[in-house]
């Protein structure tokens, strides 16, 4: 038996010889040794240890760095602390099954019971997994791969955009998705919904909101204004200082990024919640509903000064 394991151990060894270098450390000591103890103070929690230093394992692990760790907010530390299956499914999120590079846009299986996604960004640089910025890519280790990434993984995808927004603050979103009858948007693959909260749709001027549920072909071009087709996530957008997205609409929003890249904003609405993963793309949320240009800009036209009594 012991002897097994010898060989085994010897020839996970063997096999991992990259470029003439002998990798020595496995992914838990490779993760260790990128400095992501924390995140393994996790693993260790949960029960994926042995796991993690198993030399007959082939595994990739997402390692999010201490900071990024001690950046959770404290409901997700406390959830983490009291609510072990939270912690596994967490934890699992962040390992997957043989090697999973880095570098080609794409979904992957993870160790919970859910898919990641790669999103690989040009000009600027930027990967992110499910919308986590990678740090250092490909750290190659005796037992598989390690990447280090610069935020947790959170939240975990639970549904799709659609799933998200039958979810408790989006009601009158989900309401104008039902009555236009394009809820199917929202499953589409790939996408990026920039979400207004009901709160937001309660900002709307006095009788708007009722009118364009009256008015079906409105109603349908203001929410495919809040629908773009690419995975949006705001790594790349603060990266870049801000975009200009295209629409389903064929409008565009422009994206802006403030407070020292804290904050973003798009066309003037602030993003109160960015980078909810859902399984077919992202979801930001946001305190305004972001009407098309066109009706923008003839609100603009009725607030001329000429029109104002002073
Ligand atoms: C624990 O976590 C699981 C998985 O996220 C969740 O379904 C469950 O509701 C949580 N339990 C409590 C008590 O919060
Ligand atoms: C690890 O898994 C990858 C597939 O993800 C495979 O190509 C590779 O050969 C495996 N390596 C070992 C040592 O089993
Ligand atoms: C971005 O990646 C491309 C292709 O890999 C490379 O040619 C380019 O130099 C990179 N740019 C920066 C700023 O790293
Ligand atoms: C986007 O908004 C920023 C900030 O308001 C502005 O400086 C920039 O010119 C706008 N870009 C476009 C294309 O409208």
Redesign the pocket.
């Known amino acids: 038996m012991k002897t097994v394991l010898m060989i085994g151990a010897l020839i996970?060894t063997l096999?991992?010889v990259v470029g003439g270098l002998a990798v020595v450390r496995n992914v838990y000591a490779e993760a260790d040794f990128r400095g992501c103890d924390k995140f393994l103070s996790f693993v260790d929690k949960a029960g994926l240890t042995k796991t993690l230093k198993d030399p007959r394992e082939?595994l990739t692990v997402f390692a999010p760095t201490d900071v990024a760790i001690a950046q959770l907010g404290s409901d997700v530390v406390k959830s983490l602390e009291t609510n072990a299956t939270f912690l596994k499914q967490l934890v699992s999120f962040h390992v997957a099954?043989?090697?999973?590079l880095v570098s080609v846009t794409g979904v992957f299986s993870t160790m919970a019971a859910t898919v990641a996604r790669v999103d690989v960004y040009t000009a600027p640089n930027v990967t992110t997994i499910s919308g986590s910025e990678v740090l250092l890519a490909d750290n190659a280790a005796s037992n598989?791969m390690v990447h280090v990434l610069k935020r947790v993984m959170y939240p975990l995808p639970a549904g799709t955009a659609l799933t998200y927004s039958s979810g408790n603050s989006f009601s009158m979103l989900f309401l104008a998705l039902t009555k236009a009858g394009v809820t199917s948007l929202l499953k589409a693959p790939d996408l990026t919904l920039f979400a207004p909260t009901d709160h937001a749709f309660q900002r709307l001027p006095a009788g708007e909101f009722s009118e364009l549920l009256g008015d079906i072909p409105r109603l349908t071009k203001v929410l495919q204004n809040h629908l773009v087709s690419g995975v949006v996530f705001s790594a790349y957008l603060k990266a870049k200082g801000g975009d200009i997205l295209k629409t389903q609409n064929g409008h565009t929003l422009n994206v802006t990024v403030a407070g020292n890249g804290a904050i973003l904003q798009v066309e003037g609405a602030t993003v109160t919640s960015a980078d909810i993963n859902v399984n077919n793309g992202v979801v930001h949320v946001i305190d305004t509903v972001l009407m098309p240009s066109v009706s923008y800009r003839r609100y603009q036209d009725n607030e001329k000064p000429s029109f104002r009594v002073v």
């Open positions: 996970a096999s991992s082939n099954k043989g090697l999973q598989g």
